[in-house]
């Protein structure tokens, strides 16, 4: 089993840059591909970003391409983030998420954070 925990989350305007983390433990975090998805109210889950379990290939949804960047510290078991040029329909819980079979694809996740809060104002 994995547990994984979100943080980083905040407040920011349009235009900013924020970067969100996730801390894994419980499983072999080098072999899992990571995700990062988002929901905002009234809208259904959606695949924003993934990385391969080496950080060796990633995978972006189209909207955020240029802007975002995944990354991973394995020697950390975390997962990261980077977001540039936020927009405030970036505003969503971002939530982590794990695949035990190390393909960075938009579904088939297996572990599941929380979440943490992006807010984007205009």
């Known amino acids: 089993q994995v547990q994984l925990v979100e943080s980083g989350g905040g407040l920011v305007q349009a235009g900013g840059s924020l970067r969100v983390s996730c801390a894994a433990s419980g499983g072999t975090f080098s072999t899992y591909a990571m995700g990062w998805f988002r929901q905002a109210p009234g809208k259904q889950r959606e695949f924003v970003a993934a990385?391969?379990?080496?950080?060796?290939?990633?995978l972006y949804k189209d909207s955020v391409k240029g802007r975002f960047t995944i990354s991973r510290d394995n020697a950390k078991n975390t997962v990261y983030l980077q977001m540039n040029g936020l927009k405030p329909e970036d505003t969503a819980t971002y939530l982590c998420?794990?695949?035990?079979?190390?393909?960075?694809?938009?579904?088939?996740?297996?572990?599941w954070g929380q979440g943490t809060q992006v807010t984007v104002s205009s």
């Open positions: 990385i391969t379990g080496s950080g060796g290939s990633t």
């Open positions: 998420a794990a695949r035990k079979i190390g393909i960075p694809l938009v579904s088939g996740y297996d572990y």
